[in-house]
């Protein structure tokens, strides 16, 4: 049985960070971890896909602001968000699934947390 619990989403300012962690348990190799968002009346997008060896892929609206990172010893997904704006507010949900290739599209994850909101005021 596959587990993920996400937490650190917050109420921000514009231009402020954040950090998003996700506990997995039960993941077994192969295996990719994703973190989607959901914003009100938008459809749920991935914003960075980690593969098991930890290699991140971003969408373009958070390169260069958004750092993913994959602790196998904690069996943590972090997600760093860095100058936000307004644009970042939704729900932030960790996703993993048992495949040896990432996807972007949310129907290939079987696996899924509740999601931690983030809102970012301008």
């Known amino acids: 049985q596959v587990h993920l619990v996400e937490s650190g989403g917050d109420s921000v300012q514009a231009g402020g960070s954040l950090r998003l962690s996700c506990a997995s348990s039960g993941l077994t190799s192969p295996y990719c971890m994703a973190w989607f968002r959901q914003a009100p009346g938008k459809q749920r997008e991935a914003v960075a896909i980690t593969y098991g060896d930890g290699s991140p892929y971003y969408t373009d609206s958070v390169k260069g602001r958004f750092t993913v990172s994959l602790d196998n010893a904690k069996n943590s997904l972090d997600l760093q968000m860095d100058n936000l704006n307004a644009d970042d507010t939704a729900m932030y949900y960790c996703?993993?699934?048992?495949?040896?290739?990432?996807?972007?599209?949310?129907?290939?994850?079987?696996?899924w947390g509740r999601g931690t909101q983030v809102t970012v005021s301008a």
């Open positions: 996703a993993a699934a048992r495949v040896f290739y990432c996807y972007w599209s949310d129907d290939r994850y079987a696996y």
